[in-house]
């Protein structure tokens, strides 16, 4: 049966290998190597100016749609990243969602339906800035949050649960992929003291007090539980056709250039092209030149 791989993931130090050894202890939070944030933008640019121009290709080919999937704890730079990436891009080609807890009607539905319902139209680039695998990573340290939830059935243990989730997910994914789909996941992997110092100063900028939240710290109590569910979905979701990027996250500057090359790199692989006219419609196109030209000349 063939694989529904529309591109091929990009080879990067931060790929998340597809063979279930992902390890969170040993992804750097920091890269090996940081040319500075000078030339960091200087190549952030750079690869803008690359995905624009595949934008407007992807649009008018209207065959695939893009999907990037950002995931990290709190004060990683989702926002800023996501701002980053699509500065420079044509807004009417983008869509970008939130998701937050689910509403009382998204709990009516399986934990997917919202997320579906959110998918980018083919022509494209869609964000989820936080996604379906909130369900396998808050819920998972926090799974009081399964009572409000109403499961019709509960597996026998919770770790069956999350197995059926991953399931899920899987199989979401590459049927989205079969569909043209390009589905690339990024968890912007900060530090814990990387990520206290920004909530600090959060807290000492009174523009950036409305940012913080007092559960933030209490979250990164559990900062070894949310490590553990992590590597445990990275591991059991990174496919060939959605690839987990696990990105060094403590310098900004260098994870949004990051961010940006690999999402250049895997869209210019899309045999995407311009629309060329039928005769009827190049012969239509000549009558409308004739006509402004001569318009033009009066």
Known sequence: MAKPILFEPVESPYLVP?????????????PAENPGKAQNVDSLDAAIERLAKV???????????????????D?????????????????TGCQVYSFKAPH????????LWRIQRSLPERGRIGVFNRSHYEEVLVVRVHPGYLEGQRLPRKPSTLEDLWVERFESINAAEKHWARNG?????????????EQ?????????????????????LAESKRWDEYMAAYQAALRATSKPWAPWYAIPADSKSYMRRAVAEIIADTLEQLPIAYPTPSEKERAALEVARAELEAEHKK
């Open 75 to 91: 004060a990683a730079g989702k926002d800023g990243t996501i701002r980053a990436v699509l500065t420079g891009l044509n807004p």
């Open 18 to 30: 597809f063979d279930d050894s992902f390890k969170i202890s040993k992804a750097s939070t920091k």
């Open 55 to 73: 934008q407007h290709k992807l649009y008018a080919d209207n065959r695939y749609s893009v999907l990037l999937v950002f995931q990290a704890l």
């Open 181 to 193: 789909c390009v589905v690339l996941k990024f968890f912007l992997n900060v530090s814990q003291k």
């Open 196 to 216: 206290h110092a920004r909530l600090l100063e959060r807290i000492q900028d009174p523009n950036d007090n409305w940012k913080f939240n007092a559960g933030d």
């Open 104 to 111: 009382h009607d998204e709990l009516d539905h399986d934990f």
